[in-house]
C-alpha cells in the first residue's frame, strides 16, 4: 500500500488520536502499528474501518497519497481548460503529444485521455485530430464500464459533443443507470448536474428539441440547492437559449445577457466571457 500506513499515522496524530482509540474488534493495536510502520498491509474492508474511526473520507485520504494533487484527469482537464481559454493551440498539441507518448502503463485510460485532448484540440484549431474509430473507441470503453464513476462521467462530459446523435442519447440514458449508485456522492451528484446541463445546450445547439426536453426534465429533478449558483445560471442561460432557436424570441435573448451578467457578479470571469463568445457567435449566425 505504497506510504499509506504513513499517511494514516498522520492524520491520526494530527487529530488526537491513539492507536488504542483506533484498535477494535476487527484490527489489534500492534497489527495498527505494524500498519503504520510499513511492515504489514491491511484488507481494504479494515482499512475502511480505521478511516471511519478517525472520521476520515477515502477521498480526503487519495488526496493526501497523491501529494495533495488531483487525480491524473482532472490535471488534464485543468490544463485543456486553461488552453483553450487561452486560445493556445500550441500548447494543447505538445499536450497531446505528452499524452500520446506515455508508457504501457495504465495505457487504457491513456487511449482514452488522448482521445479527449484531440477532439478538444479539434474544436480549438479547426483542424482535423480525431477519426471515426477514436469515437468507437471511447464509445466502446464508456459502454463496457457497468458502473461509471468519477473517470467515466468527465471523461463523457468533456467529450459528449463530439458524438453522434444517437450515441450521445443512449449513452447518457445509460450514464443515468450506470450512476445510480454513487448520486449521494456530492462530487459526481454535481458532475452529473454538469453532464445532463452540457447535454441539454448540445441537444438545443444540434436543434433536437424533443431530447433537449428530456434533458430539462432530468434537470428540473435535480432540485439544486441555493449554494449551487453556477449550475443554476447555466441552467437558466440554456433555457432561454431553448426559447431563442426554438421560437426565434427576443426577449430570450435578454434573458441570456442577464445570466452572463450574474456570472460577472459572481466573479465567475471565465465562465462569462465563455457564454459571451457563445452568445455572439449565436446572435450573428441570424
Not at 476520515?56 to 483553450?84: C, P, Q, T
Not at 432561454?240 to 470571469?269: D, H, P, T, W
Amino acid at each position: 500500500m505504497r506510504n499509506f500506513g504513513e499517511i494514516f499515522k498522520k492524520f491520526r496524530e494530527s487529530r488526537g488520536f491513539r492507536l488504542k482509540d483506533v484498535a477494535n474488534e476487527v484490527i489489534s493495536t500492534s497489527q495498527l502499528s505494524r500498519f503504520e510502520k510499513g511492515e504489514t498491509d491491511l484488507t481494504i474492508s479494515k482499512f475502511i474501518l480505521i478511516l471511519d474511526e478517525i472520521n476520515l473520507s477515502i477521498d480526503e485520504f487519495m488526496y493526501a497519497v497523491h501529494g495533495f494533487r488531483r487525480d491524473e484527469l482532472n490535471e488534464l482537464l485543468e490544463k485543456i481548460r486553461k488552453y483553450i481559454t487561452m486560445n493556445d493551440v500550441e500548447e494543447m498539441k505538445r499536450l497531446l503529444i505528452s499524452q500520446s507518448e506515455q508508457g504501457e502503463k495504465r495505457q487504457k485510460f491513456h487511449q482514452i485521455n488522448t482521445i479527449l485532448i484531440k477532439i478538444r484540440l479539434q474544436d480549438l484549431s479547426g483542424e482535423n485530430y480525431y477519426d471515426s474509430s477514436d469515437l468507437d473507441d471511447l464509445t466502446d470503453y464508456l459502454f463496457s464500464v457497468e458502473y461509471w464513476g468519477h473517470y467515466e462521467l468527465l471523461v463523457f462530459i468533456n467529450t459528449l459533443d463530439a458524438l453522434k446523435h444517437d450515441v450521445f442519447m443512449l449513452l447518457t440514458r445509460e450514464m443515468t443507470r450506470r450512476t445510480d449508485f454513487y448520486k449521494e456522492i456530492p462530487t459526481n451528484r454535481r458532475l452529473i448536474s454538469t453532464m445532463l446541463l452540457n447535454g441539454y445546450i448540445t441537444c438545443i445547439e444540434r436543434e433536437k428539441f424533443i431530447d433537449a426536453c428530456y434533458f430539462e426534465k432530468q434537470l428540473n429533478q435535480c432540485c439544486f440547492i441555493e449554494t449551487e449558483v453556477y449550475e443554476r445560471l447555466v441552467f437558466q442561460y440554456a433555457q432561454n437559449l431553448f426559447q431563442y432557436k426554438k421560437y426565434g424570441s427576443r426577449a430570450s435573448v435578454m434573458g441570456m445577457k442577464k445570466c452572463i451578467e450574474a456570472m460577472n457578479l459572481a466573479g465567475s470571469y471565465h465562465l462569462s466571457k465563455h457564454y459571451e463568445e457563445h452568445l455572439k457567435k449565436l446572435l450573428s449566425r441570424n
